[in-house]
């Protein structure tokens, strides 16, 4: 059975950091992403990372990095320079491949107070 649990969202100062953490089991993960989501809006890409790169939402390049440790088969978010528009629900997702689908953790809150 496939799991994906998130870890480490909380409250934050502007301008302060968190490193989000999820943890994946159950089959073997082509590649892993971070969304988010605010009351109203559509759930949003932020990072993902694959084999062979990485890649960033504009609004956070330069601020976040997505890294993933295969040995754990978790992957990372470190974000920094955090700003109140960062606040929401960030969700794990990962790929499986053969055939392809699609899985996704249940999110973690991020809320940055101004």
């Known amino acids: 059975q496939v799991q994906l649990v998130e870890s480490g969202g909380g409250l934050v100062q502007a301008g302060g950091s968190l490193r989000l953490s999820c943890a994946a089991s159950?089959?073997?993960?082509?590649?892993m992403a971070w969304y988010r989501q605010t009351p109203g809006k559509q759930r949003e890409f932020v990072a993902r990372?694959?084999?062979?790169?990485?890649n960033y939402a504009d609004s956070v390049k330069g601020r976040f990095t997505i890294s993933r440790d295969n040995a754990k088969d978790t992957a990372y978010l470190q974000m920094n320079s955090l700003k109140p528009e960062d606040t929401a629900v960030y969700y794990c997702?990962?790929?499986?491949?053969?055939?392809?689908?699609?899985?996704w953790g249940k999110g973690t809150l991020v809320t940055v107070s101004s």
């Open positions: 997702t990962a790929r499986r491949t053969s055939p392809v689908v699609d899985y």
């Open positions: 159950g089959s073997i993960f082509s590649s």
């Open positions: 990372i694959t084999s062979a790169d990485t």
